[in-house]
């Protein structure tokens, strides 16, 4: 059974950083895509970052683009997402998902492997 661990959340001012780790354990797959989605109250989960296995491929929404940054550390099976310049509109639980393969996706219902989410709060 694969289990992703979401840390890193809390409460930051505008401006702040946070630095999100995802730990992937127990993975049976060769080769796997990370995706990290938010979740505001009352919103649909949206998309807001990826990356391949390789790292050569990794992608992020409009609204984050310039501002994280989305990395791997595949001796250590986590993926990390670096927010920076954090907004209030950035307020929400952060998922990681794994995606089985190398085929990169930004639609949420494609990734069949999700953690427990972690919260992240932007104070204006």
């Known amino acids: 059974q694969v289990q992703l661990v979401e840390s890193g959340g809390g409460l930051v001012q505008a401006g702040g950083s946070l630095r999100l780790s995802c730990a992937v354990t127990r993975f049976i797959f060769r080769s796997y895509v990370i995706g990290w989605f938010r979740q505001a109250p009352g919103k649909e989960r949206e998309f807001v970052a990826l990356?391949?296995?390789?790292?050569?491929?990794?992608d992020y929404s409009d609204s984050v683009r310039g501002r994280f940054t989305i990395s791997r550390d595949n001796a250590k099976n986590t993926v990390y997402l670096e927010m920076n310049n954090l907004k209030p509109e950035d307020t929400a639980v952060y998922y990681c998902?794994?995606?089985?393969?190398?085929?990169?996706?930004?639609?949420?219902?494609?990734?069949?492997?999700w953690g427990q989410g972690t919260q992240v709060a932007v104070s204006s």
């Open positions: 990356i391949n296995w390789s790292g050569d491929n990794i």
């Open positions: 998902a794994a995606r089985s393969g190398t085929i990169v996706s930004m639609d949420h219902l494609d990734y069949g492997y």
